[in-house]
Structure formats: C-alpha cells, structure tokens
C-alpha cells in the first residue's frame, strides 16, 4: 500500500513532475515508421508523457515531433500543411522546421526579427530499425537501448501496438505479476493431463503448469537496470517451473513467452490515464510463421481492433472495451474459460487493470506474498525519481544500452542448481546470438 502522496509520486509523469522528469532521461517509442511514411505527409496528433504534439515527416524524410500549438496564436499545428521544408501553420502561415525554427512568416510586411527568435517546442528524432523514438529530455540523447527484438531481422519478430485506458504504472504492474497467470488466463479447456509434462522441456507444454500450481513461490532480486524475479512452481514430475521475468527502467517489462519467443513490451504513459503498450514477440533463432509475424495469433481475440482515427486517442483500441464491459459473456465464463471474454491476455488484462479507475488508489490496497515483485518494482521506480530529483544522478541504465538485452525466460531446474545460474547461462546465449 502506498499513501496518496506516494501514489501521486509513482504514477504522474506530466512536466516538472519527479517521475515525469525519470521517463524524459529515457528515448521514447512514438510510432511505426511506416505510420509517418511519406515525406510531406499529413501530421499525426502524438500525447507523450501528457504532452500533445504533431509529428510529421518533412521534405528530406526527416521527423519532425513538435508541441501542436503554433507560437503564434495557439492555434493547433495538426491542421497544418505539411510543405518544402516543414510544417505551415493553417492559421496565418507561419512555418517550421523538424528542429521548431520558424522559417516563414508570410502575414509578416518585410523582415520580421521575430522570426528569427520564435520557436515552436521541438523534439528530436530518431529512427531504428522501423520505429521513431524521440528524446524529451535535457541536454544530450543517451544511446538508444539495446533491445533483441529491435536487433533481430524483420522476419523474426512481430510487434504490436495497443492502448490501456489507464495509468501506467498499474497496466505495467499486470505484467510484472506472475501470479494472475493461472486464473485470468486460464482456459479450461487446456487444462493438462499429468502425462502432458513428461517430455516439457521448453516448449508449450509448459503453459499447463501455470494451470497446475497457482501459487508460485517469487525470489525477487534488484538488478543494474531495475527489478528481475523468478516465479517457481511446481512440476507432475520431479524439478521446478521457474518463469524469470524482467523489468528494466523506467517502464520495460519482458516476460516469457511460449514456443520459444521472447516478448517484452514497452509501457509508454501517452498521458496520466493512457498508456500506448509496444508489445514485442521475437526470436533471435528462428523465422516466424506469418501468422505468428501477423501479430495476432493467440493475443487478440476474433473482435480485433477499432479502425484507427485521427484523434488523440485514436490508435490501437480494441473493440473488446470498458463500454460494452469487455465482450464477457457469462456462459462462456462457466463453460469456457476463466474470464469469460475472448481468448487473447491483452484484453483480459485491460478489463482489470482499467477496472481499478484510472489511477488506481494504492492506499487501498491489501498486499500480499504474492505481490512481492510488484512492491519491489515501486521502490524502484521510486528511488531512481528520488535519486535524479533530489540529487541529480541518473540510473546508470540510461548510458548502458546493453542491459537491455536481458529478457524474460522460463525454464525447468532439476537437481540442484539454481535458476539464476540457468538463467545467466541462457542469457550469455541470447547475447551472444545478437551479435554485438
Ligand atoms: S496561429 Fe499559427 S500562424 Fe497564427
Ligand atoms: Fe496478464
């Protein structure tokens, strides 16, 4: 449980806020490249740690992420025109570049020294490997992360994007919670037979055991870039399921995934109460299946995605929502499954974690055993607020790029050794199969 001031502390991330000013020390995920594809191009309305902005792609190819409000009157640059050079303000004319510099000022008789003084807020830039990323911070940008799934080729990866209508902070602990996995995402009818076991040894097979034995026993440990822990639980046979999930500052989480990919996902907060969740699927050893590629295969229930629109909130939205209370159907709930909504976590997910409100009140709460990771999460992001608020000093995640190669991983340890020295066995392996 946390008090209401410390609830306010972990969770707004607006300007001049402690943990807003964590997240701007970090690259931010803002769109596909492919979303922003053509030069010159119409804008795109971004929210962005509770800014609103445009993002547009100028003659050059260059991306540009600029506050919406012209300087000049206010009038919002969404309904601009997107010309040689940058982006003209609908209004009087005015235009910019993808550094916020006003190189026209057309309303203007003669020179106008204005022009040369007004800027538009601008952020800068930067594309890899088919996603824009932006720095909101001060000074210098960091190194971008070291992620394996954005250094793996396109055709070992899938991506998907989608939005919780909800704080951050609580769509990112849902993941990091190991122990919801054998009730909300149970379905019945993938209960396992003992006998199912007996060959496991990485596969899917293992799913069945989060069915098996609910209530895993967490070893929670601090790492260099944030939190990481395994969750064991025991096997038909002799030896222990342990799932070791990962979460890195300020908002990556990777857990395992099945059929031998790694998943992480990115909790971007657009503003307090959205989040746009970048969820990775990948292999550095294997081609995908296109259906895996496709995104969608066992994530997203049959009733998919609302069509995109151009609003602040008009990307990735799915059908299955808070209005029509998540597609549940009660018979399928006593039949089917242990939700009653269509198979896929992501939407199971945001039914819990939007039921709790939008910032959901830790002063409320009545931990447990079971939360341990997520208690230990908090203080994390906690400290590391703190640490730059108050004294200046930068998690040292932000200059190592490297540490986000760390992912998720499941595993059975028989005998004697310990899942930590599994887990950095394989780690040792996946890094070395990114290359450098
Ligand atoms: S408000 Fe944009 S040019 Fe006047
Ligand atoms: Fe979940």
New binding site residues.
């Given amino acids: 449980m946390l008090t209401d001031e410390q609830n306010q502390f972990l969770t707004r991330i607006g300007p001049g806020t402690p943990m807003g000013g964590l997240l701007r020390a970090y690259w931010q995920p803002l769109l596909y490249s492919h979303e922003l594809e053509e030069c010159d191009s119409a804008p795109v309305r971004i929210r962005l740690l509770g800014e609103s902005l445009v993002a547009f792609r100028d003659s050059e190819g260059r991306v540009g992420l600029v506050d919406h409000r012209c300087p000049h009157r206010l009038a919002s640059l969404f309904f601009g025109r997107n010309e040689e050079g940058g982006l003209r303000c609908a209004y009087h004319g005015w235009q910019f570049n993808v550094e916020g510099r006003c190189i026209d000022m057309p309303n203007e008789p003669g020179e106008c020294p204005l022009m040369k003084k007004v800027r538009v807020k601008a952020y800068p830039c930067r594309e890899y490997q088919g996603v824009i990323w932006t720095y909101m911070g001060d000074g210098d940008p960091p190194p971008l992360p070291q992620l394996g799934w954005a250094m793996v080729s396109p055709d070992r990866k899938t991506v998907l994007k989608y939005m919780r209508h909800c704080n951050w902070v609580q769509a990112m602990e ?2 990091f ?1 190991s122990s ?2 054998g009730f ?2 149970r379905d019945f009818s993938q209960d396992p037979k003992t006998d199912r076991f007996a060959k496991a040894e990485g596969g899917d097979t293992l799913r069945g055991i989060v069915a098996l034995d609910r209530k895993p026993l967490l070893e929670v440990a601090d790492t260099e870039a944030g939190v990481m822990y395994g969750a064991c639980r025991g096997t038909p046979q002799d030896g222990a399921y342990w799932r070791v999930t990962q979460f890195q500052l300020p908002y990556y989480t990777s857990v395992p995934a099945y059929n031998g990919l790694n998943r992480l996902k990115i909790w971007v907060p657009m503003d307090d109460t959205h989040t746009m969740v970048w969820e990775a699927n990948w292999s550095p050893e294997k081609v995908l299946d296109p259906e895996t590629r496709a995104g969608l295969k066992g994530r997203v229930g049959p009733s998919g995605f609302l069509p995109d629109d151009d609003g602040w909130y008009g990307r990735g939205r799915f059908v299955a929502r808070e209005n029509n209370d998540y597609l549940i159907n009660r018979e399928r709930q006593r039949e089917a499954n242990f939700t009653g909504m269509e198979d896929g ?2 939407v ?2 945001a039914a ?1 974690q939007e039921s709790m409100g939008a910032i959901v009140d830790r002063s409320q709460e009545h931990l447990s055993a079971s939360d341990a990771a997520i208690i230990r999460m908090r203080r994390s992001l906690m400290r590391a607020a703190r640490a730059l608020n108050e004294q200046g000093s930068l998690p040292p995640s932000v200059n190592d790029p490297k540490l986000y190669r760390a992912h998720g991983e499941q595993f059975l340890v028989s005998g004697m050794e310990g899942w930590e020295d599994v887990y950095a066995r394989n780690m040792v392996r996946h890094y070395m199969a990114l290359g450098s």
């Fill in positions: 849902g993941d919670d919801h996995l909300l995402h976590a992501p199971q997910d819990m």
